[in-house]
């Protein structure tokens, strides 16, 4: 199983991205779908979760700015995110809990630089 984001760049503040995190393989089902991000410097921390039902939870950092969604049949996660700030620069990463073959488990994308300018 592979996880491959995309959507990363640079913004000035206040602008848009759209970032997509596509899962490929032998893939049986997927539960949960996050977006996680890590500053400089700084911890990796959780930014917005999607469950396969399309519940989701967001960061406060993000609440109200950012969106995240899925298409089940792509095996696809983007988040939208808008209102950017220079904060919010960070690598981004995508991270699913896959039922697959040959193992299930956490699986995790490459990562995809979002830089925000002021």
């Known amino acids: 199983v592979q996880l491959q984001a995309s959507g990363g760049g640079l913004v000035q503040a206040g602008g848009s991205l759209r970032l997509s995190c596509a899962a490929s393989?032998?893939?049986?089902?997927?539960?949960?779908m996050n977006w996680y991000r890590q500053a400089p410097g700084k911890q990796r921390e959780l930014v917005a979760t999607?469950?396969?039902?399309?519940?989701?939870n967001y960061a406060d950092s993000v609440k109200g700015r950012f969106t995240i969604s899925r298409d089940n049949a792509k095996n696809t996660v983007y988040l939208q995110m808008n209102s950017l700030k220079p904060e919010d620069t960070a690598v981004y990463y995508c991270?699913?809990?896959?039922?697959?073959?040959?193992?299930?488990?956490?699986?995790w994308g490459q990562g995809t630089l979002v830089t925000v300018s002021s």
């Open positions: 991270n699913a809990d896959i039922s697959a073959w040959p193992s299930a488990g956490d699986y």
């Open positions: 393989g032998s893939i049986f089902s997927i539960n949960a």
């Open positions: 999607i469950t396969s039902g399309g519940s989701t």
